[in-house]
């Protein structure tokens, strides 16, 4: 496979999956590494399922194929089942373990799906789940959801969690620095458990 | 110089500001509206900035500026440039003497379109040179030199980023903003710029002389280039040639193609010394086609024989699969790995609070056998609804409207348009529909916006790109100019008040215009507007799921009965919906 590393960051437009993005980005600019990413923009954000691809290391193009990611991380747990084709053979999901009921659902009147069916869908990947918006409001704010998560899977990063510190400092918004910090290090916390 | 790591066309933004540019125009359209939203807020501004009202109009402002010597750039989506392509294919007769470039995003996969056509061939149509991206960097390096490209050939240049080049990220090295000493000045020369036909005639010849001196420039402009390594050859363009690079064997040749047109004699120096050439890229086979005339009897694969696909956008295990197909074995080897089956799809939907809902809701009530053309917007996503029969182009749900009545169809007709599309095309539709005397009905839905590129002024919000306070054109007084005498006003969170208008139109002949008037619920929260939120109470709802139907995402259902989420932006529509007036807003009662 190629050289680098691939990450995979999904959710519903809204939850903040460009930032996460643009967190990587940066942290790769902190340690002088090459990265290219691509993700989802216009009329996809208003509620629907979106993806930002990262290629750490990528010198290339800069859509990652699916079966080959190393690392899915997911702000939603249904999206983490959407995208679950995407991850490698012995590779990672960080997930959130809740999810919206797409809206579609209700209006149509089908079944919603549950937690338990889509943890079992999920099957035996390297999954590690946590609850992202817990920690968030530990931190201080719901909008900090996707820092826990980063902060979660920084344990499985080829990047140095001082890099992502920084990244995470220069991006959010001056007034969320320190809840954003919290929440990283919650999620970072909550990810230790994860790692075999 | 330094490095960021950016959005493509945050990186296109930049190399405009270090030519430096001194106009620019445009019309929002996804991917390209991020590099105008981008120019229009820098802080120290030495060049003009503007949203125009249509591609059209954007194009000749930018014309006209690069006419008086300055560098201009205009930004379209590509079927921008179909609205714009009346004063393209003249504009290159008349050349320029500043540089003008012109950004026509394409959208192979049609992610955000309505279609996925390919501006390479404009530019092969107009005669004009093309330059197409294949990374962020290059982005970056083609833009901010275009004008002088623009300015050698005194020529419009056409500069052709894809989706995953506009909304790609990279690491981009940067150059050093400059600011522009350049002041326009019009001479006056009727032979160049009064295109009548004893002019014309000799600019079209001037135009095809220039041509053989374009390709052997660009021959030489770095941005086609090629490596012989073997028997076999691969000839890539734009993105696509990414994909190519990180699966190529050692042993294949490899030309990258992001400049146009192409040199032939160059380019057969290249394939003559091959035994099998494989093209890829992506849309039309621009490329293919050249590569094909200069070819003689080596082999040559790709779209026309099947190999390569003619719609869609490339990826890399797209390629991989090309290559496979054309007998040139890829470095990596993808398994197969698909989505898995009957997961809840979750497509994009209507704001929780959109001021569109209600309106559709209304119209289906009231107009339950009618027919609905709509246009290009947010509201597209009425489709869901049922609430949208048809979707062209911009402002075709006028035209669409009365083209139908006129074919002799009987049910009611309503038309859905939103307040930027009416005021880009949709006013000569109805202009034409009145003054041939169709029966219609139009509604406007009027959020004071641009929504779906990202919330842009337009003529009605009363602000210009830049911020500064401009007369808010009257959408009513524009209905009635152009012959309308039913002309309705209503609140679009306003149920009651919709469905009098709606009956009230339903009962006049002629041409109606309802406008359902609300700020975009973004744009609204954005303005610090709060409505609070309601809630359902357990005790009054029946569970008979009215306002599950209504489609509000902030509607869902826990157990029997509905709940409302905290997305709800306190719109008020559901508790109109509910027939038990069991929701009401949060704290009261
Ligand atoms: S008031 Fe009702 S319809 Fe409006 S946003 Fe809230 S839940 Fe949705
Ligand atoms: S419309 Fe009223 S009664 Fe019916 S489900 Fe909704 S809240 Fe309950």
Known sequence: ????????????????????????????????????????????????????????????????????????????????????????????????????????????????????????????????????????????????????????????????????RKAVEKLVPQKTIEINRKAFDLGREAGAGCRE | MSKQYLLGNEAIAHGCLESPVDFVSGYPGTPSSEVIDILRVQGERGYHVEWSVNEKVALENAL??????????????????????????????????????????????????????????????????????????????????????????????????TTRICHSKGDVTLGDVKASTRVGRFVKDPRQYVVIPAHTRILHKKLNEKQPGIKRRLAESGYNTCSVKGRDAVIASGISATYVQELLPDDVSFMKIGAYPIDEAWLEEFVRRHEKVLVIEELAPVVEEVVRQVAGCVTVHGKKDGHSPYEGELSPRAVAKIMESAGIRPKIQFVDADPLPDIPPRPPIMCAGCPHRPVFHAMRKVFRDGIYPSDIGCYTLGLQLGAVDTAICMGASVTVGSGIYHSGEESDIVSTIGDSTFLHTGIPGLLNAVYNGAEMILVILDNRTTGMTGHQPNPATGVTATGEATIPVSLEAICRACGVHFVETVDSYDLVGLETAMKDAKARPGVKVIIARQPCVITARRAGIKRGRYRVDPDLCTGCGLCVKFGCPAIEIAGEKPHISDLCSGCGVCAQICPFGAIAKEGRR
Request: glycine share 10%; with cysteine.
């Open chain 1, 1 to 164: 496979m190629s050289p680098g590393y691939d990450v995979l960051v999904v959710g519903i437009g809204g939850q903040g999956t460009i930032l996460a993005s643009n967190v990587l980005g940066e942290a790769c600019l902190i340690e002088g590494r090459p990265v290219k990413g691509a993700e989802t923009h216009g009329m996809a954000q208003r509620g629907g399922s979106v993806e930002s691809h990262i290629r750490i290391d990528g010198e290339y193009g800069p859509l990652i194929t699916p079966g080959t990611a190393d690392i899915i991380i997911s702000f939603d747990l249904l999206e983490a089942l959407r995208y679950k084709h995407y991850v490698r053979p012995g590779g990672k999901i960080v997930a959130n373990r809740h999810f919206v009921v797409p809206t579609s659902v209700f209006v149509q009147g089908a079944a919603a799906p549950t937690e338990e069916e889509i943890r079992a869908r999920l099957g035996d990947v390297g999954l590690c789940l946590l609850d992202a918006e817990a920690m968030a409001a530990e931190a201080g704010s719901p909008l900090a959801a996707n820092i826990v998560m980063l902060g979660a899977a920084s344990h499985f990063l080829p990047l140095s969690p001082d890099s992502l």
């Open chain 2, 64 to 161: 006209a500026a690069a006419w008086c010597g300055v560098r201009a750039l205009c930004t379209m989506k590509h079927v921008g440039l179909n609205v714009a392509a009346d004063p393209l294919m003249t504009s290159a007769y008349t050349g320029v003497t500043g540089g003008l470039v012109i950004m026509s995003a394409d959208d192979p996969y049609a992610h955000s379109s309505q279609n996925e056509q390919d501006t390479r061939c404009y530019a092969a149509f107009a005669r004009i040179p093309c330059l197409d991206p294949s990374t962020i960097q290059e982005a970056h390096d083609m833009v901010r030199d275009a004008f002088a490209l623009s300015e050698e050939f005194g020529l419009p240049v056409l500069f052709r980023p």
